[in-house]
């Protein structure tokens, strides 16, 4: 899947911002502070991940699959 560079950035701003509201509650929640790193964002087929993860050898941290319906309809 290609997107445009200003997609991939909204995607990867909105990711950021819900992470680190997440860990600003852990944070809150252990009485500790929280480091996060700026995670990497890769939209991509079934098939494309499945050669993704063949070539690299890279570890899976988080997978999202989810039907979408509306002006643009998909999986």
């Known amino acids: 899947m290609i997107l445009e560079s200003l997609h991939q950035d909204a995607f990867s701003e909105v990711i950021n911002v819900g992470i680190g509201r997440a860990g600003s509650m852990l944070s809150d929640l252990v009485s500790q502070r929280i480091e996060l790193h700026v995670p990497e964002l890769r939209i991509c087929t079934l098939d494309e991940l ?4 063949k070539s690299n050898g890279e570890l899976l941290d988080t997978s999202i699959y ?8 998909g999986r």
């Open 50 to 53: 499945n050669e993704l993860l």
């Open 66 to 73: 989810q039907d979408f319906q509306g002006r643009v309809n």
